[in-house]
């Protein structure tokens, strides 16, 4: 009466391989980088930077000059400018922004208000020195309220620090932002 | 003895057999699989404007397509096709018509035209990126050929297939493109 | 006893893959990182056969800002030209007691900036050891590169520099830069 045993050890191990299977997380819940949820208010420190959210205002339209041109942009949604002051830890480096909205869903850096004075993109940072920038993001309302402001020392973070930063007290919606030189 | 050797030869060949019967039958069906693909092509179903196509990342619905002047003196005129792009993903996308970008294709005549341009309406500028929940109206200009006659154009529209878990890593991951929706349409405009 | 033979073999085998795998990597990271620091004085050091000389470094603050500086290195190289081909992709970065690195300036108006800071109102360009317009081989030809930094740094820092030919193996310099009263 060898076989019970065997079938016992068989389904076992068939249970065991099914659970691991299961639970296991995949590629892409495990290839994150590590979240540091700050405060209204608060200074987030990431691995390599430290960061601010210092103001925030909402628009239905940005006007800035870029190339000796004057653009004025509007939208469906609205314009989310977030002020930020930031300074690096080790190195001179960039950070790259993305508001996480209410949904979940995330916007990147609006391309068209790419050129504006201290825009992030265009943006170093000097460790030992706090410098200001500018991110405008282009959404739908309802996403700002209950959202957060993600900073990330560039464009991939995975394995680095992700400041998620609440925003200040919402303001009014302007009309017209014109950001001067 | 003799005869226990030659049973047990006769069950080990037996078995191969078996193995060998399933593996062809196996190569055999896929092989009739792809025969049958290649025989009959699958047209992509046919939409017309106004109709909603889902390209994988976005989703576009033409509005309008019409033959348009040159943008400046001494290029050849163009061909506007007028659509609104919806972003169906969580985040904004760079890569509107897929990577590597697979925007709508024009033929005229089995001849296929090179990528249009693609402008958003509210800038006149190239489009750049577009954000979840926030729809767009584009133009996509291709540029005439010189020996083109006015008539009809064949419009293909392109999907992207999106994989959560791809078979390397497991990561989520943008694959192949298929046809997703042909449109064959007279452009407005044309004598 | 076979048994662990076959266990052997196969962690030899195992061993080889991930050395063959990861060789790559490991020549990827040498080329990046900077791992042997070679320290040189004033009078400039060779590395790879090729010369470099800090030959100026003036700082500038502004007085409303009085807590950061401008800093302009002045670099001076030489070398046969199959050595300064070997130099492409010249990194040069300043560094605190601390290890903190501050690179290079390459916004728009960094050229300006330089133009203003160094007392001969020249912009030498940042580093590039085969320029078009190379002098005969043993004659030093500069390179300017601007920092943005903490007025703190003005009292003493390290600049370091490597190549993409040079990298595990760098050079460094004590730079004290001069002052210069820009009103």
Known sequence: MIWPGRIAIVLAGAALLGGMMQTAPDYNSVVQPFRHHVAAGGTGEARSFRARFTGLRLADRIAFRHFSRDLVRDSDGVFLVAEIEAEARLASQRLDAVWQGASGRRYALSRRAEGIPRGLESRWFQPGLSNRAVAVFELPEDEVAGGALVLTGGFIAVFDSALYLAPPALPERQPIIRFEP | ?191 | MRHLLWIILAAVLLLANVVVAGWTEITDLRRAREWRVVQAGAAGAGLRGVHVRVDQVWAGTAPDLSERALVLVRLALRGPEPARQGWTGCDVSLRDAADRVWLPLISADSAGAVRVLSPDGEDNGRCNPVPHDAPPDGQEFLSDQIFLVPAELLKGARLRVSAWGTRPEALEFPVKPVLRDLH
């Open chain 2, 1 to 191: 003895m003799t005869e226990t050797r030659r049973t047990s030869l006769l069950r080990r060949l037996r078995l191969r057999l078996a193995a060998s019967v399933g593996v062809a039958a196996a190569v055999l069906v896929g092989l009739w699989l792809k025969v049958q693909d290649a025989r009959a092509p699958q047209e992509p179903p046919a939409v017309t404007l106004g109709q909603a196509v889902d390209q994988g990342r976005t989703e576009i619905t033409p509005l309008s397509l019409s033959l348009a002047p040159p943008e400046r003196a001494g290029e050849p005129g163009r061909l506007l096709l007028r659509a609104r792009l919806l972003n169906l993903t969580g985040e904004s996308q760079f890569a509107v018509f897929g990577f590597p970008p697979h925007p709508p294709e024009l033929a005229s005549g089995g001849v296929v035209w090179p990528e249009p341009e693609v402008t958003l309406d509210r800038d006149g500028e190239l489009l750049a990126q577009l954000h979840p929940r926030l729809a767009e109206r584009v133009t996509l200009a291709w540029q005439l050929p010189p020996d083109w006659q006015p008539g009809p154009v064949s419009l293909t529209f392109h999907r992207q297939i999106f994989k959560l878990r791809d078979n390397l890593y497991g990561m989520s991951n943008w694959l192949l493109f298929q046809p997703a929706a042909r449109m064959t349409i007279m452009p407005e405009g044309a004598p």
